[in-house]
C-alpha cells in the first residue's frame, strides 16, 4: 500500500490496496493516514454494496441514515443522486455531515456508481489548518463559544417539495428536527487537535446570539475555512472511495455537470460527542 499527499494541508490517495480483502495491517495504516490526512481516496475498486458495508463496519457503527433513500436492497447505504435535469444537488454547500445530530457521525464513506464526462468533483477544507491560520485573539474567541445545528431547513420541508424528492431526501419531518449545541472549536475525539466546527449549511447561530447577529461571523469562518491553501479537491470515476473525517474536514460537491447523471452511495459511521479544545 502506497500513500501520495493530495494537497499540503490535508488529503491521502491510497494505491496497490483492494478494500474488498484488506489485513489487519493494512487497516491499522490506513486508519493511521485517515487520522493524519482527514480524507483517503482509493481509486478502481469493484465493491458490491456487501464490500462496502463490510469496508465501513471496520471502523464503527454505520448510522443508518433517517433522511436520505436508501438503495433498494441495503438500507445502511444512503443514495446521493443527481439525475441530468435536477436543478440542486446534495452536498451543494459547504457543510459537515450529521452536524445536528448530539454525537455527529465520525466519518462518511462515499464510493461512485455512476459519474459525469466531466465535473462532479467534491471540495474539501481541513478545519484544523484554518484554526491553527488564525490570530490568537480569534482563536481565544472562538474557543468561548458553543453554536446551535440543524437540519429542519434542510431537511424538514422535504414532504412539498419536489425538487427535495428528486434528489433523494426524504420526508421525515419529526427526524429532521434534530438540534444539536456543539464547541465552535473542537477537540478531534482521537488526535485532540483543535479544529473549527462551523458550518454554513447547519449551523444556525451562536449560542446567546440572534440568527442575524450569527450570519457574518458564520459566514466569515466559512471564507477563511475555505481559502485554497487549507483544502484539496477529490475527482472521481465509478470505483473510486473516498472517506473523510468530519470531525476535521468540511466538503462541498461542486454542481457543474447539468444534464448528466451522477450516482454516488454513502455509508456514515457513528460518532462520539465533540469536546471543546481547551488550551
Ligand atoms: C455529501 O455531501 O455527502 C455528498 C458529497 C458528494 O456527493 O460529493
Redesign the pocket.
Known sequence: MQTHPLSGALGAEITDIDLSSISDQEFADLRDTFLDRSVIVVRNQNLNPDDHIAFAKRWGEININRLFKPTDTHPEIAT?L?EPDQKL???GQW?T?HSYDLAPAMG?I?YAVETPPAG???LFCSMGAAYDALSDGMKAMLRGLKAHHSSRHAFGASQTDSEANKEGRLGNEAAAKQDALHPVVIAHPITGRAALYANSDFTTHFEGWSVEESRPLLDQIEAHATTPEFTCR?T?APGTL?MWDNRAVM????KDYHGHR?L?H?ITIEGDPLPAFAD
Not at 466538503?251 to 461542486?254: F, M, S, T, V
Request: aromatic residues 4%.
Open positions: 446521493v443527481k444537488n446534495i452536498g457543510h455531515d462518511s462515499l462532479g468533483d467534491t477529490v472521481w473516498t466538503h462541498k460537491a461542486i451522477r454516488m454513502r
